[in-house]
C-alpha cells in the first residue's frame, strides 16, 4: 500500500468511527449535555442537543494516542487563564481555535476531519474532495452550509478589495507565485479545491499551518452578506438601501461618506471576526462595538463564546451547538466557562497561578523552582511539555561582510569572518566546542535531549587540531587565534535579551569557543535593534529559536537570519528565475547546496504530509546538520505548564503544552450545587 493510500485509508477508518458515534442522533437519549443547557432545553430556549449536534459529531481526538491516555470527563465550572496582553490571550487563542482538519498532536503525519468530516486526494495532490457535516451548525443556530464555502470563495478571497493579495497558502505548491487554487461545488454536502502544480501541504494549512484556522475558508454567509456590495439587492432590496444601511456602522468606525472607495470594506473586516480575533472584545461582541446596530454577535465554530469583557476580565460560555463529542455521547466542552484574566506583568501572573486565582498557566523556566516548592501546598501539578521550537540555537551569517556581487567588504572585521566562515573545519569547531549536555542541563534544566545530528560533545581537543589544521594561529600571543590570512579575530554572537535562556546560553557558548582560543564575545540587545541589525546583514552570529523539525509546517530553519543576501536573493525570486536581468546585480547569489535546501523544504509543501514528514524533513535536518551554518545542540525543548491538580487530560508530551485543545480538559472535582 503506497503512502497516499494509507492516509486515505486513515481517514475511512477515522471517519466510520465518527459515523458509528453519529449514528444515534436520531435519538436523543444517545448523547449527553452540560446541565446549564438541558435546563435551557427544559425551558423552550434551545433545541435537543440531538438536534443541535450534525448528524455525525466529531469524536474528539486531537492528540495522538501516545500523547494523552484520553479520559471521559465531568461537566462544570470556569477555565481560568491569564495574559499579560491587552485583547489578546495565547492560551485561549490555540486551544479553542478550530480549523477545517485537524494534525493530531499538532506536529505529526496524521491529519483527519475537524470541521469538515473529512477528505480525500488525487494522486498527484492536485485536487483535494471535502465532505461537510450535515446538520453542523453556527454559534447563532443556523445551518453550515456549502453557500457558506461558496461565499468565502467567491466575494471574499476573489474579491480584490477585501483581499488584494492572495495568500501563499491558497495558491499551487503553497507558493507566493503559485495559481490561486479553483473551487467547484460538487453537491451540497461536497466540493473540491484543485491546483495546476502539486500541493499537498494544503492539507496542512486546512489543519495547523500557521494557525490559519477555518475562517480563511469559511464565513459565515448569513451574517455577512448583508455588508457585502454584492449582495445589495438580495439583502437590501437595493444599492441605495444597502448605503444607507451601512451608513451608521461606516460613522461609528469614523467615515461619513459610505460610498468613498474602501469603506465598505472597512465595515465589513470589522464585523468579520477572524480566528486571530477570537480573544478580542471588539470583534468576538459584535453588538457591543456597534451597540443599536446590531443585535446578535458574530458566530463562531469554536467551543466557548465570549459574553462580555472589562480591563481585568474576558469571559466565555460554552457553545450549545459546538460540534464535538467523547466516546460516550457527551457533547463538548467539559468546562461551561473561560476567563482571561488580565495580569500586570508575569511576576503578579505568577504569584496568581501559586495563590490559585489561574488554574491553568505556562510558566516561565526560571520558575520552574519555585512552582515545585509550592505544588504540593498550593493544589496544583506542575507539568513539563516538549516546546515548538528549539532554543538556544547558534546562527553563523554565511553573508555578512559581503557585498551584493560576492566580494568582500573593505573592513577588517569583514575580512576576518569571511576567511573563517566558509570553512567547514572552523564550522565544525564551533560545533565540537560546546557541551551540550552542560546546555541542556543548565540552560534547559534537564528537560531537552542532545542533538544526534551534531557533534556537540566539548571535544576541545578535536576542536583545536580543527582550527590549527586550517591556520587559525595566535600570532600575537594575547592567547587569541587570528585567521588564515592573520586577521584579527573577534566577533559578537548577538542575543535578545527579552530571554533569560538566550543570555544564559551566550555565557556558556563563549566560555567553550574561548577555551579553543576564539575571541567571542555576547551582545544582549533588546529586540528591535536585533531585528534591524540581522536585516541589515550587520551580525556575524546570534543566538535564537528555530522551530526546525519541533514544528516541521512552519517550514522555518532560520532563513534570513544565517543566509541574509542569499534569502534576498530567493525573496527576489531568484529560485523560479523570476530576477529582472537588469536587477540581478542587486542580489547574491547562493551555493548549489544552498538552492537545494530551499527547495527541499519548497518540498515539504508540494508533497503529501506523511511523505514530507517521514522522508523530505529527515533529508532536510541531516542537510542542516551537516553544513553547520545553523548548530542545534539540543531537541525536544520542554515548557512548563501548571494546573490545579484536579484538572484532567493534560496531553503528555504535546508540542504547544496544553495549547492543542482546551474542549477535552476537566475539573473532576467540580458539582453542580
Not at 573577534?490 to 527579552?498: A, C, E, F, H, K
Request: glycine residues 8%.
Amino acid at each position: 500500500m503506497n503512502q497516499l493510500s494509507r492516509v486515505l485509508a486513515l481517514v475511512l477508518a477515522l471517519g466510520i468511527l465518527t459515523l458509528a458515534v453519529g449514528a444515534g442522533a436520531e435519538g436523543a437519549e444517545t448523547y449527553a449535555e452540560s446541565p446549564i443547557l438541558a435546563s435551557q432545553v427544559e425551558a423552550g430556549e434551545l433545541p435537543p442537543v440531538a438536534e443541535r449536534l450534525p448528524l455525525e459529531p466529531k469524536l474528539v481526538h486531537e492528540v495522538l494516542d501516545s500523547d494523552l491516555d484520553y479520559e471521559i470527563g465531568n461537566y462544570g465550572g470556569t477555565l481560568v487563564t491569564g495574559t499579560t496582553a491587552v485583547n489578546w490571550n495565547s492560551d485561549v487563542f490555540v486551544g479553542s481555535n478550530e480549523a477545517l482538519l485537524s494534525m493530531s498532536s499538532t506536529n505529526s503525519d496524521e491529519i483527519i476531519g475537524n470541521i469538515l468530516k473529512g477528505y480525500e486526494a488525487n494522486e498527484d495532490n492536485t485536487v483535494f474532495t471535502f465532505y461537510l457535516r450535515q446538520g453542523l451548525k453556527w454559534s447563532d443556530g443556523q445551518p453550515v452550509t456549502m453557500e457558506d464555502f461558496e461565499f468565502t470563495y467567491n466575494s471574499f478571497i476573489m474579491n480584490q478589495e477585501l483581499t488584494p493579495v492572495i495568500s501563499a497558502n491558497m495558491r499551487a505548491g503553497g507558493k507566493a507565485d503559485g495559481t490561486p487554487m479553483a473551487f467547484e461545488r460538487i453537491d451540497d454536502w461536497t466540493f473540491q479545491v484543485s491546483f495546476d502544480q502539486p500541493y499537498g501541504g494544503f492539507l496542512v494549512f486546512c489543519s495547523i499551518k500557521g494557525w490559519c484556522g477555518y475562517t480563511e475558508m469559511l464565513k459565515p454567509a448569513h451574517y455577512l452578506k448583508q455588508f457585502h456590495p454584492d449582495y445589495a439587492e438580495e439583502c437590501h432590496g437595493s444599492r441605495e438601501a444597502y448605503y444607507e444601511f451601512l451608513k451608521p456602522f461606516a460613522a461609528e468606525l469614523g467615515y461619513d461618506n459610505v460610498e468613498e472607495k474602501g469603506v465598505w470594506t472597512y465595515v465589513f473586516n470589522q464585523v468579520d471576526m477572524t480566528n486571530w480575533e477570537l480573544t478580542n472584545p471588539t470583534a468576538a461582541l459584535t453588538s457591543v462595538t456597534f451597540e443599536g446596530l446590531i443585535d446578535t454577535d458574530f458566530p463562531v465554530l469554536y467551543p466557548w463564546i465570549m459574553t462580555d469583557a472589562s480591563t481585568t476580565t474576558t469571559n466565555w460560555v460554552r457553545n450549545p451547538y459546538y460540534f464535538k463529542v467523547d466516546a460516550d455521547g457527551q457533547q463538548l466542552p467539559y468546562f461551561d466557562y473561560v476567563q482571561s484574566k488580565y495580569e500586570e506583568n508575569n511576576e503578579v501572573k505568577l504569584m496568581d497561578v501559586i495563590s490559585g486565582n489561574i488554574n491553568i498557566a505556562e510558566a516561565f523556566f526560571t520558575d520552574y523552582s519555585l512552582l515545585l516548592e509550592n505544588e504540593e501546598k498550593s493544589g496544583y501539578t506542575v507539568y513539563t511539555r516538549r516546546f515548538h521550537n528549539t532554543v538556544p540555537v547558534i546562527f553563523m551569517n554565511a553573508t555578512y561582510g559581503l557585498n551584493a556581487d560576492g566580494t568582500v567588504a573593505e573592513d577588517d572585521a569583514s575580512k576576518a569572518w569571511q576567511d573563517v566562515v566558509g570553512d567547514i573545519r572552523f564550522r565544525e569547531a564551533i560545533t565540537r566546542a560546546i557541551d551540550a549536555d552542560e546546555i541542556n542541563d543548565v540552560v534547559c534544566l534537564d528537560l531537552a535531549r542532545k542533538n544526534e545530528l551534531y557533534d556537540c560533545s566539548y571535544d576541545i581537543e578535536g576542536a583545536n587540531a580543527l582550527l590549527d589544521e586550517m591556520g587559525m594561529k595566535d600570532i600575537d600571543g594575547d592567547g587569541y587565534r587570528e585567521t588564515p590570512n592573520g586577521y584579527p579575530f573577534s566577533v559578537q554572537i548577538w542575543n535578545n535579551g527579552s530571554y533569560q535562556d538566550y543570555i544564559t546560553a551566550g555565557e556558556l557558548y563563549v566560555e567553550y569557543w574561548r577555551e579553543i582560543g576564539l575571541n567571542i564575545s555576547v551582545y544582549t540587545t533588546e529586540s528591535s535593534l536585533y531585528d534591524a541589525a540581522k536585516d541589515a546583514n550587520e551580525i556575524p552570529m546570534y543566538i535564537a529559536l528555530c522551530h526546525g523539525s519541533e514544528l516541521w509546517h512552519y517550514l522555518d530553519w532560520g532563513f534570513g537570519t544565517w543566509d541574509v543576501l542569499w534569502n534576498a536573493w530567493v525573496n527576489a525570486g531568484g529560485l523560479s528565475g523570476d530576477i529582472p536581468e537588469a536587477e540581478a546585480g542587486n542580489y547574491l547569489e547562493p551555493s548549489e547546496e544552498y538552492k537545494q535546501l530551499r527547495l527541499r523544504v519548497q518540498d515539504l509543501m508540494a508533497t503529501d504530509p506523511v511523505t514530507a514528514v517521514n522522508e523530505v524533513l529527515p533529508e532536510i535536518a541531516q542537510q542542516v546538520a551537516q553544513e553547520k551554518y545553523v548548530i542545534i545542540p539540543i531537541l525536544g525543548q520542554s515548557s512548563i505548564v501548571v494546573a490545579d491538580s484536579d484538572i484532567h487530560n493534560i496531553p503528555e508530551g504535546l508540542a504547544f503544552t496544553f495549547w492543542c485543545s482546551l474542549e477535552f480538559l476537566f475539573d473532576s472535582s467540580f458539582t453542580y450545587d
